[in-house]
Nanobody
Framework: QVQLVESGGGLVQAGGSLRLSCTASGSIFRFNFMGWYRRAPGKQRELVARITGGGITNYADPVKGRFTISRDNAKNTVYLQMNSLKPEDTAVYYC?????????WGQGTQVTVSS
């Protein structure tokens, strides 16, 4: 059993910043991959960023240079610092964790960016 709980979403104007957090509980390991995906209205769910247990990161092209993913393994928490937000970043953001081939998802947190 794995549970993921996100927080930190909200409404901001273009150019603003938000920091999302996700805390995992249950049967997890330090080398689990974690990350963030998002689903915008009318679009498919897409990768935002991923991070390995050792801190190696991967970003989708639309967010490179603006978003930073990090993790605190002692707290079983992953963060997404989002700067220079754009209206096209508006979406529900989902925390993701991979464990022995299984994927787990949080319930999502809404991020809305106005122009």
């Amino acid at each position: 059993q794995v549970q993921l709980v996100e927080s930190g979403g909200g409404l901001v104007q273009a150019g603003g910043s938000l920091r999302l957090s996700c805390t995992a509980s249950g049967s997890i390991f330090r080398f689990n991959f974690m990350g963030w995906y998002r689903r915008a209205p009318g679009k498919q769910r897409e990768l935002v960023a991923r991070i390995t247990g050792g801190g190696i990161t991967n970003y989708a092209d639309p967010v490179k240079g603006r978003f930073t993913i990090s993790r605190d393994n002692a707290k079983n928490t992953v963060y997404l610092q989002m700067n220079s937000l754009k209206p096209e970043d508006t979406a529900v953001y989902y925390c993701w964790l991979s464990r022995v081939g299984d994927n787990y998802w949080g319930q999502g947190t809404q991020v809305t960016v106005s122009s």
